[in-house]
């Protein structure tokens, strides 16, 4: 940190968070190994093998990524798509002035993305803003940033079963503008 602020980058502009799923290789476990995984355990007969011990990755996990499909040419609705992945999140937290790496952790794929902005938040940015999408909106977070004295810019969801309010969804688009730099 102290050798970015002498090359001249001070981290002043605020803060970006997100998360990127990045694929594992799929495991092909049984049900019993796989029990033995989630519990936190060695699955039997793995302890003696110690070549497929070292080729199976224990701590990946899927999680379910939903996207919209392409609006149809015959104005049909979009359509949710939902992509499962295994694997792991990058959670970063970079500086929106440099684009820079401030704050950085990982944790498995089905992990939620707001339990990780105490992790990556930077507390040496001078400036209070912090964006980030819908999933790190919550009371806790909302209240752990107001009392550091840093600016929410978090995407605000939509209510159920209402349609998004105008002025919300302008405010949304313009935080993704910024957004858009992680």
Known sequence: DATLRAAGYLAMGGQIVDATIVAAPKQRNTEAERAAIKAGQIPEGWAEKP???RQKDRDARWTVKFSKARP???GAPQVDLAVPAFG???H??????????RGWTASHA???DGARLVEVVDADNTAGDVWADTAYRSAKNEAWLAERGLVSRIHRKKPPG???AARTRRANARK???RSAV
């Open 176 to 178: 993704s503008a910024v």
């Open 72 to 74: 149809r040419e015959d």
């Open 92 to 101: 970063v937290a970079i500086d929106r002035r440099h684009g820079l790496i």
């Open 162 to 164: 209402r349609p998004m």
């Open 88 to 90: 792991y999140k990058n």
């Open 110 to 112: 089905a992990a939620h």
């Open 51 to 53: 070549a497929k011990l």
